[in-house]
């Protein structure tokens, strides 16, 4: 997993405020999905991204959750005004595209964002 | 119904012991299965992948696919401890962009 890099590990916001998660991808990699993973439950797709599209958000909640992925820098999950059912394990995934169908995901190891 | 069914577990099992891990699912597109350990407070790593039904090997893991009865299976042979983890399947349709998980079985195996 040290190919995709995720931080911060851990964060604590307060109901209302703002979180931003980041991912940077494997090198090499220009493909990054957002997964959730709740407690004792298994990972939901969130939206799957490229280089400056967004190419699958199908699994994003309509309001509040956005992601983006610049042509510089790491991709961005950002929640804004927090709940407490927001609190999760959040796992970015990066692929490249040659290799999508013969290369599975390859996961960082997470944010787990607790709201308080 | 989900599209993917796994059985939560948790389920412990003495070293040594070949353990058996199972996912059923009910979309016929799906072509490509994988397995993926993940230890807590860690992602997903993964073990396996598989497209075509029949057995993968692969050191003590094997892999194995019916896609007429949309059923796979993960074995473990000579278990040991540095395999307690949460074991998950997932699924994804040949083109499609998004992985499809199981729940995950929470493994635990006994010196």
Request: aromatic share 4%; glycine share 10%; proline share 5%.
């Given at each position: 997993n040290a190919g995709v890099m995720q931080n911060p590990r851990h964060l604590v916001r307060r109901r209302g405020q703002e979180a931003r998660l980041r991912c940077s991808p494997m090198k090499g990699h220009s493909h990054v999905y957002w997964y959730r993973q709740l407690p004792e439950e298994g990972l939901k797709f969130m939206v799957y991204l490229q280089k400056e599209n967004?190419?699958?958000?199908?699994?994003?909640?309509?309001?509040?959750f956005s992601a983006e992925f610049p042509k510089e820098g790491p991709s961005i999950l950002r929640i804004q005004?927090?709940?407490?059912?927001?609190?999760a394990a959040y796992f970015c995934a990066s692929s490249h595209l040659r290799d999508r169908n013969n290369s599975p995901l390859h996961f960082g190891n997470g944010t787990r964002l607790t709201v308080t | 119904q989900k599209e993917v069914e796994q059985d939560p577990g948790p389920l412990s099992v003495p070293e040594g012991a070949i353990v058996s891990l199972n996912c059923t699912y009910s979309?016929?597109?799906?072509q490509y299965f994988m397995w993926y350990r993940q230890y807590s407070r860690k992602g997903p790593e993964l073990l396996m992948y598989t497209y075509s039904s029949g057995n993968k090997e692969d050191g003590r893991f094997t892999a194995q696919v019916d896609k007429s009865s949309k059923y796979i299976s993960l074995f473990i042979r000579d278990s040991q401890p540095s395999d307690s983890a949460t074991y998950l399947c997932a699924l994804i349709i040949q083109g499609a962009q998004k992985l499809v998980f199981g729940q995950g079985t929470r493994l635990t195996i006994n010196p």
């Open positions: 967004i190419i699958d958000e199908s699994g994003m909640p309509k309001e509040r005004q927090v709940v407490r059912g927001d609190s | 979309n016929s597109a799906f």
